[in-house]
């Protein structure tokens, strides 16, 4: 084996081990492989080698992401914005949003009884304030409309 193919073997070996981790994109993998110093042509082949082999997918990274970003009570503005950050295009991130058929109300409800119980709203700068909150956790103004009002 020469020192070109030990090296690649390697980077191969770094890139399985952050993908047994958790999911990554594509762009994100490539990113965190480049900061660690390997060189950015062969991270691009190899992350391309990966993705081939289905071992590398930026379908099942979205999915697990908007698992992941439900199950903490953020919303599809927020969520979409995020997956584009990592190099998840809009079709897709819309196809998994789509596809975990979330009742987006019904998580931004829940977020808001945890973080405010049933303290009803006193004056236009508590409902503004909460109002932003909502918003800044990715919800659609019309799930801020009906929650505040």
């Given at each position: 084996m020469t020192?070109?193919?030990?090296?690649?073997?390697?980077?191969?070996?770094?890139?399985?081990?952050?993908?047994?981790?958790?999911?990554?994109?594509?762009?994100?993998?490539?990113?965190?492989?480049?900061?660690?110093?390997w060189?950015?042509?062969?991270?691009?082949?190899?992350?391309?080698?990966?993705?081939?082999?289905?071992?590398?997918?930026?379908?099942?990274?979205?999915?697990?992401?908007?698992?992941?970003?439900?199950?903490?009570?953020y919303g599809p503005v927020r969520i979409r914005a995020e997956l584009g950050e990592r190099g998840i295009d809009r079709a897709l991130a819309e196809r998994a949003l789509r596809e975990q058929q979330v009742d987006w109300f019904a998580v931004a409800a829940e977020w808001y009884e945890r973080r405010y119980g049933a303290q009803p709203v006193e004056d236009l700068k508590e409902k503004s304030r909460r109002q932003q909150a909502l918003a800044r956790r990715g919800f659609a103004h019309e799930h801020v409309r009906e929650l505040v009002g």
């Amino acid at each position: 084996m020469t020192a070109d193919e030990i090296n690649r073997a390697d980077l191969r070996e770094a890139a399985l081990r952050l993908l047994a981790r958790r999911e990554h994109s594509y762009v994100e993998l490539v990113h965190k492989l480049t900061r660690r110093g390997w060189p950015e042509t062969e991270v691009g082949s190899v992350v391309d080698e990966l993705a081939g082999e289905n071992l590398q997918s930026d379908e099942r990274f979205a999915e697990s992401y908007v698992r992941s970003r439900v199950a903490k009570r953020y919303g599809p503005v927020r969520i979409r914005a995020e997956l584009g950050e990592r190099g998840i295009d809009r079709a897709l991130a819309e196809r998994a949003l789509r596809e975990q058929q979330v009742d987006w109300f019904a998580v931004a409800a829940e977020w808001y009884e945890r973080r405010y119980g049933a303290q009803p709203v006193e004056d236009l700068k508590e409902k503004s304030r909460r109002q932003q909150a909502l918003a800044r956790r990715g919800f659609a103004h019309e799930h801020v409309r009906e929650l505040v009002g």
